[in-house]
């Protein structure tokens, strides 16, 4: 078989995958298991992989799975348990009387509180806590969605506490041989996926200091009475300004602490500087802008929630206190990452399975107390007994959060272990590369040197198939490397494209506008959504792919100058 046909053979899973997806509207409990048949089918068949690595790649890719869980589990279980204190409905209550301009309340409801909603939660819980308290205080619901999806960009590389990069790039390269490589260089695998994260962190600040004024603008153009885009720009210098209040301290984060805490500590310092600025006045216009009055919106823009904001306790909960949890998680988070004394004692529970069934390099492990999921759960019980005096909130919260769980774990248990069937399919009697090496070798031919121009677009297609960035990253991740390896450029940049691209992708991924939508009654019309997130995409897509462009051909970064330990 020549190398074009083996190519597609490679590429063939994921393409299935997203003809059962996006052609055929298959639900990805039904697509992934179709897509992970063929996967071990081409494995044996025409990689000629033993049957023992090709189990052996399965039972490492459920270990991942289970780690990827635990932290979704704890995400989740967090978010439900401060809704039943009432924490939640507390937290919502302390945006409403902010600005009566509709573009200043998107702008620190969506960006600055969902971007921080995402680095605690992430998988889609920001568009579903945004989108339902702006439709609560006035917002059309497809104006909500629209301004919900949006935030699914910058945030999202480090979203639940760095899932996509801890888990997506770390168990989606092949840690095993390429840290041997880094190591004979005079490197190690952390300084490599340091250096990762602090170009997913640059490459993102520079590309979404400019996302609240787009999303003003789209309000303004979609939403407003005269359809202007201009009425968006009207609010210039504050957007500008809430942009660059989490961006930065967004990009330094990533710098100096790591995958973990940016879209944290961004959007909780980016939140604090905005909401300050917009009680002062300080660059907020003064014509204030709102929507055509509601008996004159089009049916279109309806959904069917109606949201009570005094749905709370007969005790509502201080603004302080409420915000506790989200505060305690920062700081023990960013404790558990700086202290190693900590680090330490956290990183003593841990499971390990090396060389699985004698498979050399095949390996995975599990700290649940160390692992962000751990930590989410510690905080959540803390929250119980300080806000509710209760288990009755956390008992709520665990059933909500376990069949939550159960949805998201089936898909999961079919598309992880799938992923490392692809990155192991080196080892092989068939004498060929890897899945993601031959597939690189063909894709790079296609398109030399102008492939970082396309990197940020593949993770998008990830995203959009998956619904998820830390999927795409696990598909891709290799697959980027690979290329980036065989056009002698660096690995490092392409691998950060990757990441944003598969963050941006998320504004049109299926899954999460299905999910936006549900939370405000608007399902059924997420066409009409995808059209409009399809701007900021492409915008957000062009402007990575030039700065990806810049990077290796006009700074000429270089992995051998960016991977000195």
């Given at each position: 078989?020549?190398?074009?046909?083996?190519?597609?053979?490679?590429?063939?899973?994921?393409?299935?995958?997203?003809?059962?997806?996006?052609?055929?509207?298959?639900?990805?409990?039904?697509?992934?298991?179709?897509?992970?048949?063929?996967?071990?089918?081409?494995?044996?068949?025409?990689?000629?992989?033993?049957?023992?690595?090709?189990?052996?790649?399965?039972?490492?890719?459920?270990?991942?799975?289970?780690?990827?869980?635990?932290?979704?589990?704890?995400?989740?279980?967090?978010?439900?348990?401060?809704?039943?204190?009432?924490?939640?409905?507390?937290?919502?209550?302390?945006?409403t009387n902010i600005s009566p301009d509709r573009r200043v309340q998107a702008i620190i409801i969506a960006w600055c509180f969902g971007s921080f909603i995402e680095g605690a939660s992430g998988f889609g819980t920001p568009a579903a806590i945004a989108a339902p308290l702006l439709v609560a205080i006035g917002f059309p619901a497809m104006a909500a969605v629209l301004m919900g999806m949006?935030?699914?960009?910058?945030?999202?590389?480090?979203?639940?506490?760095?899932?996509?990069?801890?888990?997506?790039?770390?168990?989606?390269?092949?840690?095993?041989?390429?840290?041997?490589?880094?190591?004979?260089?005079?490197?190690?695998?952390?300084?490599?996926?340091?250096?990762?994260?602090?170009?997913?962190?640059?490459?993102?600040?520079?590309?979404?200091?400019?996302?609240?004024?787009?999303?003003?603008?789209?309000?303004?153009?979609?939403?407003?009475?005269?359809?202007?885009?201009?009425?968006?720009?009207?609010?210039?210098?504050?957007?500008?300004?809430?942009?660059?209040?989490?961006?930065?301290?967004?990009?330094?984060?990533?710098?100096?602490?790591?995958?973990?805490?940016?879209?944290?500590?961004?959007?909780?310092?980016?939140?604090?500087?905005?909401?300050?600025?917009?009680?002062?006045?300080?660059?907020?216009?003064?014509?204030?802008?709102?929507?055509?009055?509601?008996?004159?919106?089009?049916?279109?823009?309806?959904?069917?929630?109606?949201?009570?904001?005094?749905?709370?306790?007969?005790?509502?909960?201080?603004?302080?206190?409420?915000?506790?949890?989200?505060?305690?998680?920062?700081?023990?988070?960013?404790?558990?990452?700086?202290?190693?004394?900590?680090?330490?004692?956290?990183?003593?529970?841990?499971?390990?399975?090396?060389?699985?069934?004698?498979?050399?390099?095949?390996?995975?492990?599990?700290?649940?107390?160390?692992?962000?999921?751990?930590?989410?759960?510690?905080?959540?019980?803390?929250?119980?007994?300080?806000?509710?005096?209760?288990?009755?909130?956390?008992?709520?919260?665990?059933?909500?959060?376990?069949?939550?769980?159960?949805?998201?774990?089936?898909?999961?248990?079919?598309?992880?272990?799938?992923?490392?069937?692809?990155?192991?399919?080196?080892?092989?009697?068939?004498?060929?590369?890897?899945?993601?090496?031959?597939?690189?070798?063909?894709?790079?031919?296609?398109?030399?040197?102008?492939?970082?121009?396309?990197?940020?677009?593949?993770?998008?297609?990830?995203?959009?198939?998956?619904?998820?960035?830390?999927?795409?990253?696990?598909?891709?991740?290799?697959?980027?490397?690979?290329?980036?390896?065989?056009?002698?450029?660096?690995?490092?940049?392409?691998?950060?494209?990757?990441?944003?691209?598969?963050?941006?992708?998320?504004?049109?991924?299926?899954?999460?506008?299905?999910?936006?939508?549900?939370?405000?009654?608007?399902?059924?019309?997420?066409?009409?959504?995808?059209?409009?997130?399809?701007?900021?995409?492409?915008?957000?897509?062009?402007?990575?792919?030039?700065?990806?462009?810049?990077?290796?051909?006009?700074?000429?970064?270089?992995?051998?100058?960016?991977?000195?330990?």
């Amino acid at each position: 078989m020549n190398d074009t046909l083996l190519a597609l053979a490679a590429f063939a899973p994921i393409v299935v995958a997203a003809i059962l997806l996006v052609g055929l509207n298959w639900p990805a409990k039904k697509a992934m298991p179709v897509a992970f048949g063929l996967t071990v089918a081409i494995a044996i068949g025409l990689w000629d992989m033993s049957t023992n690595r090709v189990v052996a790649s399965i039972l490492q890719g459920l270990g991942i799975t289970v780690a990827v869980l635990w932290i979704v589990f704890g995400a989740i279980f967090l978010l439900n348990t401060l809704k039943h204190t009432g924490a939640i409905t507390t937290i919502r209550n302390g945006f409403t009387n902010i600005s009566p301009d509709r573009r200043v309340q998107a702008i620190i409801i969506a960006w600055c509180f969902g971007s921080f909603i995402e680095g605690a939660s992430g998988f889609g819980t920001p568009a579903a806590i945004a989108a339902p308290l702006l439709v609560a205080i006035g917002f059309p619901a497809m104006a909500a969605v629209l301004m919900g999806m949006m935030i699914q960009s910058t945030p999202v590389s480090f979203g639940a506490v760095g899932t996509p990069i801890i888990v997506g790039v770390n168990k989606g390269l092949d840690t095993h041989n390429i840290g041997e490589a880094l190591i004979a260089n005079g490197s190690n695998w952390d300084a490599y996926l340091q250096h990762i994260t602090s170009s997913v962190a640059i490459i993102h600040a520079t590309v979404g200091v400019l996302m609240p004024v787009l999303m003003a603008m789209m309000l303004t153009r979609f939403f407003g009475k005269n359809k202007s885009w201009t009425e968006g720009l009207d609010i210039f210098p504050f957007a500008l300004f809430a942009g660059i209040a989490f961006t930065v301290p967004y990009a330094l984060t990533g710098v100096f602490l790591g995958p973990e805490f940016p879209s944290l500590i961004g959007g909780l310092i980016g939140l604090a500087l905005v909401v300050t600025a917009a009680k002062k006045g300080f660059l907020v216009p003064k014509t204030k802008w709102d929507f055509p009055a509601e008996n004159e919106w089009p049916v279109e823009w309806l959904g069917s929630l109606k949201m009570d904001l005094s749905e709370a306790k007969d005790k509502p909960l201080s603004l302080v206190l409420a915000w506790a949890p989200y505060v305690l998680l920062a700081v023990i988070l960013v404790a558990s990452r700086v202290s190693a004394d900590f680090k330490s004692m956290l990183l003593g529970v841990n499971l390990s399975f090396a060389n699985i069934l004698g498979e050399e390099g095949v390996s995975t492990s599990i700290q649940p107390l160390y692992l962000p999921g751990g930590i989410l759960v510690f905080v959540a019980l803390i929250a119980t007994f300080a806000q509710a005096r209760s288990i009755k909130p956390m008992a709520k919260a665990l059933g909500e959060s376990t069949k939550t769980l159960i949805g998201a774990g089936f898909v999961l248990v079919f598309t992880i272990p799938m992923v490392r069937i692809f990155i192991n399919s080196g080892v092989n009697g068939a004498d060929l590369a890897s899945m993601p090496v031959t597939t690189a070798n063909f894709a790079s031919g296609l398109v030399g040197d102008a492939f970082p121009m396309l990197s940020a677009a593949i993770g998008a297609l990830g995203a959009f198939i998956a619904g998820s960035n830390t999927v795409s990253n696990m598909m891709f991740s290799q697959f980027q490397f690979e290329v980036a390896q065989t056009l002698t450029i660096s690995s490092v940049v392409i691998v950060a494209l990757q990441a944003v691209g598969a963050a941006a992708g998320n504004m049109i991924a299926i899954h999460n506008v299905v999910a936006a939508s549900a939370t405000v009654g608007l399902l059924g019309r997420e066409g009409a959504t995808l059209r409009k997130t399809v701007l900021p995409t492409i915008y957000y897509l062009l402007f990575a792919g030039a700065l990806g462009m810049l990077a290796i051909y006009g700074l000429k970064m270089t992995d051998a100058l960016m991977l000195k330990p």
